[in-house]
Each structure stands twice: as C-alpha cells, then as structure tokens.
C-alpha cells in the first residue's frame, strides 16, 4: 500500500475507535445503558403519537448527558420509548419506560426553554424533554394520573 493510503485507512480506524469510545462513554455516563437494562423495549411496541429528531437530556440532577436533536419519542399505551439515532447507538438501545414506573413528572425552566423532567421510582436519573415532545409528554402523562408538577 502506498504511504498516503495507509495514513488515511489509520485516521480512519482511529476515527471509528474515538466515535465508539465517546459514544460508550456518554451512554454509560447518562445512565442509558444502565436504564437499558431495566426497561428493554419490546419489538412489538404500539405508537400512538412520534416524534423523531428531539431533543433530551439524561443522568443525575446537575450533571446530565445532552442528546440534542438525535432522539426519537414513541408515546403509546405502554409507556414512552424512546431512541437514538443509530450512528450513536453503541451500548444506547432503545428503552421504554412505562407509565408505572414515573414516580412525577415536572414543567420546569431551564435557560431560556421550558422542559418536562420525568422522575422514575427507586431511579436517580431524570429525563428532560425539550419543547413541543416535552408538553406532549407531559400533557399525557396528566392523562394517565401520574403526579404532575406545572
């Protein structure tokens, strides 16, 4: 192999092993993988409302992983499901959480946006949803009687 080819094949595994790696790192900094576990998703999950490219964050209050626009909700009768776009996907499989397991959920200002933070039983990591996904989640989750703070 010429020269040339040789250093560009070795940036790009270099390239492929730092994307992994940075994508293992914030899935198991968020807590994702971990909630992954606990709340596998079903293959045959019903979708009454989607949304795709969101945004959210995820992790323990004051230090949170932000996914911003690579997110997809699934609200249906289960729960909410939600995924990552598959480029970041490594240790981060879709999850859902049902309705069961949302201890509260709260309207809460962060910056400049209005956000919707899912509190899970016996969980130290929140969910925060980002504009319109965040009052559809939170609107729903009134249906379903989970406590709500507006």
């Known amino acids: 192999m010429m020269p040339e080819k040789e250093s560009?094949?070795?940036?790009?595994?270099?390239?492929?092993?730092?994307?992994?790696?940075?994508?293992v790192i914030l899935s198991l900094v968020?807590?994702?993988f971990q909630l992954s576990k606990k709340f596998s998703c079903p293959t045959d999950f019903q979708t009454k409302y989607s949304c795709g490219l969101?945004?959210?964050?995820?992790?323990?209050?004051y230090f949170s992983v932000?996914?911003?626009?690579?997110?997809?909700v699934h609200i249906g009768d289960a729960g909410i499901r939600v995924s990552i776009l598959f480029i970041f996907r490594i240790l981060s499989p879709p999850i859902l959480i049902p309705w069961s397991e949302m201890?509260?959920?709260r309207r809460v200002r962060y910056m400049l946006f209005n956000t919707t933070v899912i509190k899970l039983r016996n969980e130290n990591r929140r969910f925060r949803f980002f504009w319109g996904t965040g009052e559809t989640i939170?609107?729903?989750c009134k249906q379903k009687g989970i406590?709500?703070?507006a």
């Open 54 to 61: 969101t945004t959210m964050a995820l992790g323990i209050p």
């Open 147 to 149: 406590q709500t703070e």
């Open 66 to 72: 932000n996914y911003s626009h690579c997110i997809f």
């Open 30 to 32: 968020s807590g994702w």
């Open 8 to 23: 560009q094949l070795g940036f790009l595994i270099f390239f492929i092993g730092v994307w992994c790696g940075i994508n």
């Open 138 to 140: 939170f609107e729903m």
């Open 103 to 105: 201890e509260s959920v």
